[in-house]
């Protein structure tokens, strides 16, 4: 069974940094894919950031240039660092990772972890 914990939320003032961590236990297949959503209450659930088996990157027009998606060398951790963080970035932020053999891949999701930036 696969399991997702995230981690690195918190509260931040305007400008500040954060570095989200979703760490994926349970499989003893690497991460294919991986992203990062993020949900406002009252507002459109909407991906953040997402990285293909191959490495390509993909963001959210208003992050680019401050956001980072990335993962750990043995595939097994996805992280978002998030530079010169805005108001509304405050948001609840989901990891989302796809794991599995080739031909029966699965998405698995975290808890979600509070982002709050103060102005």
């Known amino acids: 069974q696969v399991q997702l914990v995230e981690s690195g939320g918190g509260l931040v003032q305007a400008g500040g940094s954060l570095r989200l961590s979703c760490a994926a236990s349970?499989?003893?297949?690497?991460?294919?894919?991986m992203a990062w959503y993020r949900q406002v209450p009252g507002k459109q659930f909407e991906l953040v950031a997402d990285m293909n088996s191959g490495g390509r990157t993909n963001y959210l027009d208003s992050v680019k240039g401050r956001f980072t998606i990335s993962r750990d060398n043995a595939q097994t951790t996805v992280y978002l660092q998030m530079d010169s963080l805005k108001p509304e970035d405050t948001a609840v932020y989901y990891c989302k990772v796809v794991i599995g053999p080739r031909l029966d891949l699965k998405d698995y999701w975290g808890q979600g972890t509070q982002v709050t930036v103060s102005s």
């Open positions: 349970g499989s003893r297949f690497s991460i294919n894919a």
